[in-house]
């Protein structure tokens, strides 16, 4: 049996991940920041429905030393609830958008977006390291706006194209133990992302959907499967890449 550590599994494309990875009888450790309650009821339902055990864990990736509390209970779980010492697929999903002026931009913006969005993945990985097995999978969750110039996004954007770099250098350190790194760069997508934006301005919904090829917003279920797909042996051949799902965004 595999088991997934997936971060921000408490909403949206993580949560997809999640009930995904649950489906296919992935055991999951997900995290949360602010949504207990949604975390609890997402434990509750996958062990109701899917048959396999699941553990929601707090992380805030912008509190001041979030990493050897968490790499700690992570370990403690996985000893006690699925009695081994290691874990396959680890996805780092979890990330904050917003958008800010390059004139105006603060360094407490900067340093939320690059906590959240950046550093987190790299120690969250950093410290889980000696628990993921040998030839398991890391898959990073970055964007296309680590590409796409979309005005006041410098920062999240530069965040982003942080993150698909450093998976390749990962993989390459990584691979003399099998371990597969990519990163998938999902499009515009109706999430709780950036303080739910869509929900609070629909009016951005149309424009986006207009220049999407596929004429639509993501939905997270979109990227449940991928993202599962990519972590399994179907995808055993493949690191090092970072792959587009944005029902092609700007094409
Ligand atoms: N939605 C888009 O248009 C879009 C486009 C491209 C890329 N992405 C990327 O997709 C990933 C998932 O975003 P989403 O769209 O699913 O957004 P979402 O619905 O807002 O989910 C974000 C997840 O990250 C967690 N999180 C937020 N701040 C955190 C912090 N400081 N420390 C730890 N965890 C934190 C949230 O936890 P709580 O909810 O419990 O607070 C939640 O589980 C992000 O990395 C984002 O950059 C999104």
Redesign the pocket.
């Known amino acids: 049996m595999k088991i997934a550590v997936v ?10 991940v999640v009930l995904e990875l649950a489906k296919r009888g992935v055991g999951v450790i ?7 309650n ?2 609890d009821t997402l434990v509750q339902e996958i062990e109701q429905n899917y048959g396999v055990r699941a553990v929601a864990i707090k ?5 001041p030393t ?1 990493f050897d509390p968490f790499a700690e209970a992570v370990k403690k779980n996985l000893a006690q609830v699925w009695d081994t010492q290691t874990f396959d697929y680890l996805v ?6 917003g958008a800010m002026m390059a004139h105006e931009v603060t360094e407490a913006h900067f340093e ?1 977006m690059i ?3 950046f550093k ?1 993945a790299v120690f969250v990985t950093r410290h889980l390291l000696p628990m993921l097995a040998d030839a398991g999978a890391i898959l990073n ?5 680590a590409k796409a110039q979309t005005i006041g996004f410098s920062i ?1 954007g530069a965040t ?1 194209a942080a993150l698909v770099n450093w998976s390749k250098y990962l993989a390459k350190e990584l691979a003399p133990r099998k371990i597969r790194v990519n990163s998938v ?10 303080d ?1 934006a ?1 929900d609070k301005y629909p009016e951005y919904i149309q424009p986006l959907a207009d220049e999407t090829a596929l004429g639509r ?2 939905r ?1 279920e979109d ?1 449940g499967s991928a993202i599962a797909h990519f972590l399994s042996d179907d995808f055993a051949w493949m690191t090092a890449q970072d792959v587009e799902i944005s029902g092609g965004h700007r094409l």
Do not use: C, E, M, W
């Open positions: 971060t921000g599994g408490s909403s949206g494309i993580g949560k997809a997900f995290t949360y920041n602010s949504r207990k949604g975390a992380l805030d990736l912008n509190a979030p780092n999903n979890a990330g904050i958008g939320q906590n959240a969005n987190g969750v970055a964007s296309t706006s999240y982003k760069s999902p499009g515009p997508t109706h999430t709780n992302f950036s739910s869509f917003l993501g997270p990227f």
